[in-house]
């Protein structure tokens, strides 16, 4: 670049820088803006998922393993459950559909589905082991 302005009279390459430094200010006034924008709409595209686990005898249990799948990407994601049986999983796309289940000691849960079309922004969903 400095190439080309060097080879042009000095009135053009004062036009040229100009124009550039004109252009950067535009964009650089532009950016915040659309940083904002893009931090609202990561927002708005997440949704979290909870729930409790509980056993046959609806008490809670604590440290099961509870399993997240994403039937798109196929990716797994477990969390132990606390000592009230709950269980949280943060940041979820809005627009895929998830499969929940809990194990402990043996026992499982049936597979829950999470749907791209509920809208909620916080789902909670019960797992009862059987």
């Not at 009279?9 to 893009?38: D, H, I, M, N």
């Not at 609202?40 to 809670?60: C, F, I």
């Amino acid at each position: 670049m400095l190439a080309f302005i060097c080879n042009r009279p000095v009135r053009q390459t004062r036009r040229l820088l100009a124009v550039a430094a004109l252009a950067l200010t535009c964009l650089s006034g532009l950016a915040p803006a659309g940083f904002a924008e893009t931090m609202q709409r990561g927002q708005a595209d997440s949704r979290t998922l909870v729930g409790h686990v509980y056993n046959r005898q609806e008490a809670p249990v604590a440290k099961a393993i509870v399993y997240l799948k994403n039937t798109k990407t196929l990716a797994i994601k477990t969390y132990i459950t606390d000592t009230d049986g709950s269980y949280r999983f943060p940041a979820l796309s809005t627009n895929v559909d998830y499969e929940v289940y809990a194990e402990s000691q043996g026992a499982r849960s049936d597979t829950k589905t999470l749907s791209g079309f509920d809208s909620r922004r916080q789902a909670n969903i019960t797992l009862k082991l059987k």
